[in-house]
């Protein structure tokens, strides 16, 4: 099972020699010495900056009242809005272990909100919005624009190494990630969010791919179960 680790203290060098090993790149020391400083003085640069308010306000308070409305947001103890899906397969949370997630938070009277687009991703969406109570697919529904003033309205977004994580970090939402075949130490993460709200496995085998593009080279995605 995947679970919450510390990783943001993890050494740069430590990181671009696994990613070499992995690549089956040789770089002498010095090589590598010189990327860790680089990428050492770009996380430095990123934690400099944290004291800008880089959030995004999309929407007035009337308009955020409509919405609110329009989507039922307060007929619920707590709303959290999901995007289950990633660029490449390698970043996706199994579906069938996802919809069991949707089916406990919606059972507890928890409004589920789910993000993304595409034909897939509808189909998917309408058939646990079938399923579930307190269940309601934005898919392919409203203007992105809009979906991010829906995701400034969750209490909380559970998504994968994804655009929709980044989206709803500049909305100034608490995100929980989850990751594969990627990991939050290369520096895809969203900004502003606790490292802890990271869920990773920690294997040796993570991360594989910088983008998730690559197939599992084990062969069982055991990073995802």
Known sequence: MVSVCSWYHKPALK????????????????????????MTDIISLM?????????????????????????NLTSHISNI????????????????KMEQVVRMLSERNIGVYLFGGGKKEEDVFNSWVGKYPNVASLAGKYKLQEEMAAMKSMDLM???????????????VKVVSIWGATHP???????????????VANLD????????NKPCRLGDMRCMT
């Open 81 to 96: 809005g999901i995007a289950p899906f990633a660029q490449h397969e390698g970043k996706i949370y199994p579906l069938d």
């Open 205 to 212: 085998c993570q991360p594989c791919s910088a983008y998730g």
């Open 158 to 172: 559970l998504t994968m190494d994804s655009a929709n994580m980044h989206l709803a970090s500049l909305c100034g």
């Open 15 to 38: 990181t671009i020699q696994h990613l070499c090993e992995l690549s089956k790149l040789n770089y002498e020391d010095e090589a590598l010495n010189k990327v860790a400083a680089e």
């Open 185 to 199: 130490y290369m520096g895809f993460y969203g900004y502003g969010q606790d490292p802890q709200n990271a869920i």
């Open 47 to 71: 934690d400099g900056i944290k004291e800008f308010d880089l959030s995004y306000d999309v929407y007035d308070s009337d308009a955020s009242s409509d919405f609110s409305e329009e989507l």
